[in-house]
């Protein structure tokens, strides 16, 4: 073999290696992309399960309870699951928002 025909055989290989590579990084990206859009989806589905409180703005007022993925009230810290609001002994102070839709899970 000649040393054209050997620069020839190795661009060849330098091809395939360079598509190889570029392959594998768009497998890469694409797997990056699904695996965050399947973190996104969890933190969804747990926070439509839970609920934040919105403290009273009036003196004498309730608090307002929020579903977690509500969007009237962002600013809620702490999210309340099932359980511990069920076993709350103040949830009959609360009021909650009609506009959140239907409770889930119930």
Request: glycine share 8%; charged share 40%.
């Given at each position: 073999?000649?040393?054209?025909?050997?620069?020839?055989?190795?661009?060849?290989?330098?091809?395939?290696?360079?598509?190889?590579?570029?392959?594998?990084?768009?497998?890469?990206?694409?797997?990056?992309?699904?695996?965050?859009?399947?973190?996104?989806?969890?933190?969804?589905a747990v926070r439509e399960t839970r609920?934040?409180?919105?403290?009273?703005?009036?003196?004498?007022?309730?608090?307002?309870?929020?579903?977690?993925?509500?969007?009237?009230?962002?600013?809620?810290?702490?999210?309340?699951?099932?359980?511990?609001?069920?076993?709350?002994?103040?949830?009959?102070?609360?009021?909650?928002?009609?506009?959140?839709?239907?409770?889930?899970?119930?």
């Open positions: 073999m000649d040393t054209a025909e050997r620069i020839e055989k190795h661009r060849a290989v330098l091809e395939w290696l360079e598509y190889q590579v570029r392959t594998t990084r768009e497998t890469i990206r694409r797997l990056e992309q699904e695996q965050a859009d399947e973190k996104r989806r969890r933190e969804q609920w934040k409180v919105q403290p009273s703005r009036a003196e004498r007022g309730r608090p307002m309870l929020h579903r977690g993925d509500c969007g009237q009230y962002e600013r809620g810290s702490g999210l309340l699951d099932r359980q511990e609001w069920s076993l709350s002994r103040v949830r009959r102070y609360f009021v909650q928002v009609r506009l959140d839709g239907p409770l889930r899970g119930k």
